[in-house]
């Protein structure tokens, strides 16, 4: 998924409805595959796909393909079926996850098993709240999903702006080689089930308040924790939101739109421009 949304996308979070506890990913139509379709001047041609395989209800895998390169993430889970671990091996690369109670409470990050990213989440009530997030010198805020959960989460323009930062830090060499000191955060707030608002504030550039509306279908990527994928292709879940996002837009006039065909309760397909390039994500489910 070339980038994204939350990165977000990559979009996004945790939300605990009654007893629902964070790490157990359950959906009632599982995904079988992703394709990824790119269209150019009425050429369209398929960027990548993932194809999702399960055992029973638990995702085991998530296999790659992007062009002539195949590369697969496996999901690790506790003797409770609960997600602790996310990994790429071929990369190196790989995901912590530690829960506190019924939620999620610390991501981490690595990379050739240096920690590289820290989330810090944060809750007010049962719902997400703050998301802070630091990382060391050589961490490398990238626009592809296997090297930031934050792909599931925010958008692409998010993570440029985060780019950006990264390069004035770098400039200004007040960056720390130590997890001593937070790089940035997000807040989130709610509309009933969906997130309606993230206000991104970094300490150098201040903050950027992004806004968000859904349609009225299901969410197949709702509680879905598996943040580390080697994909380069972009499109928006909000992945702790009930419903599907339709609209994203920020307080300087960046605004996006997405636009879906369905299966049922569920998207088949989910297309937005950028431009003059059409980028559509067809969902399979078994």
Not at 1 to 9: D, S
Not at 136 to 148: E, F, G, P, W
Not at 250 to 279: C, F, I, L, M
Request: hydrophobic letters at 30%; aromatic letters at 16%; charged letters at 25%.
């Amino acid at each position: 998924m070339k980038n994204l949304f939350l990165v977000l996308g990559i979009a996004i979070l945790f939300v605990v409805a009654g007893c629902k506890k964070d790490g157990y990913y359950r959906p009632q139509q599982k995904i079988s595959k992703i394709t990824y379709h790119t269209a150019l001047n009425d050429t369209e041609f398929v960027a990548s796909s993932e194809t999702w395989f399960w055992d029973k209800d638990k995702l085991q895998k998530i296999v790659n393909e992007d062009g002539s390169s195949v590369s697969t993430t496996e999901f690790v889970y506790n003797n409770k079926g609960r997600l602790i671990r996310v990994e790429n091996k071929a990369s190196g690369e790989y995901t912590l996850y530690e829960y506190q109670g019924t939620k999620l409470d610390e991501v981490s990050m690595y990379r050739g098993g240096v920690e590289v990213l820290d989330f810090d989440i944060k809750y007010k009530g049962n719902k997400l709240s703050v998301i802070k997030v630091k990382y060391c010198d050589d961490a490398d805020v990238s626009l592809n999903r296997k090297n930031n959960p934050l792909s599931y989460i925010c958008s692409q323009e998010i993570l440029q702006v985060m780019e950006g930062n990264k390069a004035v830090r770098s400039q200004t060499q007040t960056h720390r080689k130590e997890f001593d000191t937070w790089a940035y955060s997000i807040a989130f707030e709610w509309k009933g089930n969906n997130i309606s608002k993230m206000i991104y504030t970094d300490e150098y550039e201040g903050s950027t308040v992004y806004y968000l509306s859904y349609d009225e279908k299901l969410n197949p990527l709702k509680d879905f924790l598996g943040l580390v994928f080697d994909d380069g292709y972009e499109y928006d879940y909000i992945f702790k939101s009930k419903n599907n996002i339709k609209v994203m837009s920020d307080d300087y006039g960046w605004q996006r739109t997405y636009e879906y065909t369905y299966n049922g309760d569920y998207p088949a397909t989910q297309t937005h421009s950028v431009s003059s390039v059409k980028y559509t994500a067809c969902f399979e489910y078994e």
